[in-house]
């Protein structure tokens, strides 16, 4: 069998980069990213880590849940911690080598080797001539990371060209823009006292590398052909220079502009804006212009803005100008040139027409970048990313090696076990009370403690449960309606009037089990009293997994009372409908009892074989055995390891089995069901079958992980990247199920004088 793709949701996702209200670009795009996030699926949960940098303190909202200092190593490994903890499906990075500590960023390794989820890194910058530091934290990031985005396609072919990076771990997702109306600039303009002015425009943090200089050169050719046009450079010095010069930058443009005599033409807006001011003022901007000085900048969320608002830009040709505005979105000019500046935004200021064609361009093409749609292109490579990490950084007790020793313990059964009964779920090995009870749970924790007592395992800790889970199942029993209810709350309040028939097949398999498993003499009195009553009230059962559950437990209950007729007829009627069920449904490629595959479904074939076996009818043995042969082919791997049917493959008809989610109870069912056709056939291959669906708990599984933990508890689930880190009751059974089994099984191949086959992995 080989693997399906399998795109899983993603409900949970964590976010790591600046954030508001630090004031820079990438914490603006960090929280614009989480609200896209969030508007894209209303039901994703979003955490956000800020980093914050050196000697600041910022007041975070809400969204921010964890805080790592940029320059303390030891914040990034606890980070990581707290975020395995947590449980993400994907974690989102957004990545710049000034924002992270140690040299070129390096401390942010530290919490990317940690983290177990799959990374989806956006680059913000993409360097041609790295430091070897910076490459050297670029290769091993990369190496974390499931998937890197850029935000332009030279974004890409400089990862592929200079960093050998492969193609396909390479996603281009555009910088995400707001979605706003196609505006005349003369709407906004009064906002800003600039009526009939002409407006030239731009913004970002001021710094040396931005051009300025070449614009305010070209003013004085412009203002005299348009002497109503003013220069707005909007957004404050940048934080690092104003920290070694103060605004020593800002003061020699404002001298430069005095000195050309256009002082009054050229508006400083020394302010760091938010969103809302920024949209404002790109409205009312008639040219944007982005003079920059150098090719080498790969993304500007600013040129983004006002693309993305239908402004006519004017840029220099950096690397994001010269793609964005291909195919006339814009206009380009050479590298510092005051000149060709002034020559290409004047000819724009006279010619409305050009001008117009061009914003109507740019606005056009900005519909590919508003963040609903950048939202949903993030939400698909986190899934992407999820369905194609194979290898988490495992936590110590879930890497693979040897088996744990096979001991039966009721330690974890009782962990989750109070004087009401088993209870259903745990976040982690923490009981999780909101859950309450269920009778499937508290029927199979009682079978469990009965026949581990039989076998003088912890007799006192088996005899309490026991007596518990048998009180559960008692007072689940609703002698009016003839029927079994099935979920309680903690408050111990019957959730339902009727269970479902999984649940009472399930209680009708308990109580067979524990008649023929028990010693207690007072248990076998209430079960068998109990079983009295609830067998001949079976006989409503239609769905062919309660048919199986409760033919299990007739088979088991007529080795104590065979005379008991109820029984013997149910037992009959149901074998007969199931093997019926099978010959009507199988096909030549099909050999089921259902046109779909679900859970548990290796008791289908074993309860057909035990029952055949019970009544002497040879064909169900066969028939039996030919459909677990058939299942154990779609649930084993090609290198032999078991993979049960995954979740996802629930009601797909006639399809083969998706590997994920896949889940304990179902390893669980294929050793019980291999062990009784090891019983009636003595053919090895059974046995092999036993032990690869019990190796898939200890790490021989598609991730290599284990799922047992060493004191007898088991995770929820192998999902598609990671297992499922909560231990609950029906995790828990299964695995102490299993232990019991194999070890059973072993016992009657060496009774048999046959050498039972070990599991190579980790043997």
């Not at 070129?104 to 041609?128: C, Q, S």
């Not at 502009?257 to 508006?267: K, P, S």
Request: charged letters at 25%; a negative charge; proline letters at 5%.
């Amino acid at each position: 069998m080989t693997s399906d793709n399998l795109t899983p949701p993603v409900s949970h996702v964590t976010l790591i980069g600046n954030f508001p209200p630090r004031k820079c670009g990438i914490a603006t795009f960090t929280a614009d990213l989480r609200e896209a996030l969030a508007t894209t699926d209303s039901d994703l949960r979003i955490s956000t880590v800020a980093v914050t940098d050196e000697g600041q303190t910022h007041a975070y909202p809400p969204a921010v849940g964890y805080e790592i200092s940029q320059h303390e190593a030891d914040d990034y490994a606890a980070a990581a911690d707290h975020i395995n903890a947590l449980n993400p499906d994907a974690v989102s990075i957004q990545h710049e080598f000034g924002i992270f500590g140690g040299e070129a960023g390096e401390y942010l390794l530290k919490l990317t080797e940690r983290l177990r989820a799959p990374i989806v890194t956006t680059l913000h910058t993409v360097l041609v001539d790295p430091t070897p530091d910076q490459r050297r934290v670029m290769e091993r990031l990369a190496e974390h990371s499931a998937r890197l985005v850029v935000m332009t396609e030279m974004g890409r072919t400089i990862l592929t060209r200079d960093w050998n990076f492969p193609d396909d771990k390479i996603t281009v997702i555009p910088h995400g823009i707001p979605d706003v109306p196609f505006l005349d600039p003369a709407f906004q303009k009064h906002s800003f006292g600039l009526d009939g002015r002409k407006v030239v425009l731009t913004f970002g943090l001021l710094s040396p590398n931005k051009g300025i200089e070449n614009m305010i050169d070209a003013l004085p050719e412009l203002v005299r052909a348009h002497p109503d046009l003013i220069y707005v450079v909007l957004g404050a010095t940048h934080p690092h220079l104003v920290a070694r010069e103060g605004e020593a930058y800002r003061e020699k443009l404002q001298a430069q502009a005095e000195a050309l005599g256009v002082a009054d033409h050229l508006m400083f807006v020394n302010e760091y804006v938010d969103a809302p001011i920024l949209k404002d003022w790109l409205s009312a901007a008639d040219i944007y212009v982005t003079p920059y000085l150098h090719e080498a900048q790969i993304t500007s969320g600013t040129l983004s803005y006002a693309v993305g608002l239908g402004k006519a830009v004017v840029s220099t040709p950096y690397w994001h100008a010269k793609e964005l505005l291909a195919n006339d979105a814009g206009a380009l000019v050479p590298f510092g040139d005051p000149k060709a500046l002034a020559s290409t935004i004047g000819d724009l200021l006279t010619d409305s027409g050009r001008r117009d064609r061009l914003r109507s361009k740019a606005y056009d093409l900005g519909r590919q970048m508003i963040w609903p749609v950048v939202g949903r292109s993030y939400l698909d490579l986190l899934a992407e990313a999820r369905s194609g990490s194979r290898a988490p950084a495992p936590v110590s007790n879930l890497r693979t090696g040897r088996r744990f020793p096979l001991v039966s313990t009721l330690a974890a059964v009782d962990r989750m076990t109070d004087g009401c009964g088993m209870l259903q779920h745990s976040r982690s090995t923490i009981p999780d009370r909101r859950h309450g009870y269920c009778l499937d749970d508290n029927a199979r924790a009682m079978m469990l403690a009965v026949e581990l007592k039989a076998e003088g395992i912890e007799t006192d800790r088996a005899t309490r449960i026991a007596d518990i889970c048998a009180a559960f199942v008692d007072s689940a029993w609703d002698e009016d309606r003839a029927a079994f209810r099935n979920f309680m709350g903690y408050q111990r309040n019957w959730l339902e009037d009727i269970g479902s028939q999984d649940s009472h097949g399930r209680a009708v398999w308990a109580l067979g089990r524990v008649v023929a498993n028990t010693d207690d003499h007072g248990l076998k009195l209430w079960v068998t009293g109990l079983a009295d009553r609830v067998i001949p009230a079976s006989a409503h059962l239609t769905s062919p997994r309660s048919k199986a559950f409760t033919i299990l437990g007739l088979v088991s209950w007529l080795s104590v009372y065979p005379g008991h007729r109820p029984a013997r007829q149910l037992l009959d009627t149901f074998a007969a409908q199931l093997h019926q069920q099978l010959r009507e449904q199988r096909r030549p490629d099909w050999l089921w009892f259902e046109p779909v595959l679900a859970y548990d479904n290796a008791r289908l074939p074993e309860a057909l074989i035990r029952a055949g076996q019970r009544l002497g009818q040879d064909d169900m043995i066969r028939d039996g055995i030919a459909a677990l042969e058939w299942l154990a082919g779609l649930q084993t791997d090609t290198d032999g390891h078991f993979r049960p049917v995954g979740t996802e493959s629930f009601g797909k008809v006639y399809s083969r089995p998706l590997p994920f989610d896949q889940q304990p109870v179902d390893a669980w069912a294929m050793i019980e069901a291999s062990a009784v056709a090891f019983e009636m056939t003595g053919d090895s291959r059974w046995q092999r079958y036993a032990e690869a669906a019990f190796d898939w708990f200890h790490g021989r599984n598609d991730l290599g992980l284990r799922l047992a933990t060493p004191n007898g508890g088991c995770y929820d689930g192998l999902q598609v990247d990671r297992v499922n880190l909560n231990q609950g009751a029906e995790s828990i059974l299964a695995f102490q199920f299993s232990v019991r089994s194999i070890r059973q099984l072993q016992r009657l191949a060496h009774s048999r004088g046959d050498r039972m086959v070990v599991a190579r992995a980790g043997q």
